[in-house]
């Protein structure tokens, strides 16, 4: 069964940083896509970024020049770099492992406050 954890999620005030890291485990094959998506109170379940077993990388609007996504193919993990925190990023944080299908972490909590 595959699985995927997410770690990093925290408490930080606005202009700090955080690392969110994921791994996908109990699958012989590579993701051909990870990435992280959130959903903030009230909200639906959006795009933050993701990044394909090659190097296309895409990004939220919101969040370029502040996130970094990266990734291990051959572990099957990613991380995302997280400067610059605003309030507005507050969500919890899913992450994202496409094989031939989708699966999700539990989601980590991440809280900026002003």
């Known amino acids: 069964q595959v699985r995927v954890v997410e770690s990093g999620g925290g408490l930080v005030q606005a202009g700090g940083s955080l690392r969110l890291s994921c791994a996908a485990s109990?699958?012989?094959?590579?993701?051909?896509?990870m990435g992280w998506y959130r959903q903030a109170p009230g909200k639906q379940r959006e795009l933050v970024a993701t990044i394909t077993s090659g190097t296309s990388a895409n990004y939220a609007a919101s969040v370029k020049g502040r996130f970094t996504i990266s990734r291990d193919n051959g572990k099957n993990t990613v991380n995302l770099q997280m400067n610059n925190l605003k309030p507005e990023d507050t969500a919890v944080y899913y992450c994202n492992a496409r094989f031939y299908f989708d699966v999700w972490g539990q989601g980590t909590q991440v809280t900026v406050s002003s």
């Open positions: 109990g699958s012989p094959n590579s993701a051909s896509a």
